[in-house]
Antibody
Framework: EVQLVESGGDLVQPGGSLKLSCAASGFTFSNHGMNWVRQAHGKGLEWVSYISATSGTTYYADAVKGRFTVSKDNAKNSLYLQMNSLGAEDTAVYYC????????????WGRGTTVTVSS | EVVLTQSPGTLSLSPGERATLSCRASQRSSSSYLVWYQQKPGQAPRLLIYGASIRATGIPDRFSGSGSGTDFTLTISGLEPEDFAVYYCQQYGSSPFAFGGGTKVEIK
């Protein structure tokens, strides 16, 4: 079964750091780019970051550029998001999502992990 | 940077009715890059349509996508109870891969 499972979400103080993980299974992870997408409570989807299949290309939303770093370990079938200088505006459910390798779109999603930034 | 505007914000319809959802891009975008997702409460989004009009695996044929340039449409030909949800469009061609604000399809 193709599956993505996020972890690492937590309550963190403003200005703090957190690292999210996404464990992939059931498919050849090294063949796919990956994304992070977040959703604040009661709000819409916000794309956060993309990394290509072999980590050669990364993109970030302006809201997180310079604070977040996406990485991918194909040997461990894992995706990561290092988040620094967190603020209340980063409070959200964070989803990892697989890039469809033969078309444009995110075809597999995890269930999400919750990040709360509060003092 | 492409900005996507979805309308209406909420669509109130009865089961069996036809739903027409709009997604307008701030600049011309290849239809190859236009994607639609469905999200139900408490669940992750699900890929519905890619390439503006191609149904993803397992998506019923009552869902159809169309459009080109700056105007794209998602149509649900006859609403089933499980179709009441929020729908998002996204452009996936160039960073940032922005989503539209979403259209909620609710039961009238």
């Amino acid at each position: 079964e193709v599956q993505l499972v996020e972890s690492g979400g937590d309550l963190v103080q403003p200005g703090g750091s957190l690292k999210l993980s996404c464990a992939a299974s059931g498919f050849t992870f090294s063949n796919h780019g990956m994304n992070w997408v977040r959703q604040a409570h009661g709000k819409g989807l916000e794309w956060v970051s993309y990394i290509s299949a072999t980590s050669g290309t990364t993109y970030y939303a302006d809201a997180v550029k310079g604070r977040f770093t996406v990485s991918k370990d194909n040997a461990k079938n894992s995706l990561y998001l290092q988040m620094n200088s967190l603020g209340a505006e980063d409070t959200a459910v964070y989803y990892c999502a697989r890039d469809g390798s033969s078309y444009y779109g995110m075809d597999v999603w995890g269930r999400g992990t919750t990040v709360t930034v509060s003092s | 940077e492409v900005v996507l505007t979805q309308s209406p914000g909420t669509l109130s319809l009865s089961p069996g009715e036809r739903a027409t959802l709009s997604c307008r891009a701030s600049q011309r975008s290849s239809s190859s890059y236009l994607v639609w997702y469905q999200q139900k409460p408490g669940q992750a989004p699900r890929l519905l349509i890619y390439g503006a009009s191609i149904r993803a695996t397992g998506i019923p044929d009552r869902f159809s996508g169309s459009g080109s340039g700056t105007d794209f449409t998602l149509t649900i030909s006859g609403l089933e109870p499980e179709d009441f949800a929020v729908y998002y469009c996204q452009q996936y061609g160039s960073s940032p891969f922005a989503f539209g604000g979403g259209t909620k399809v609710e039961i009238k």
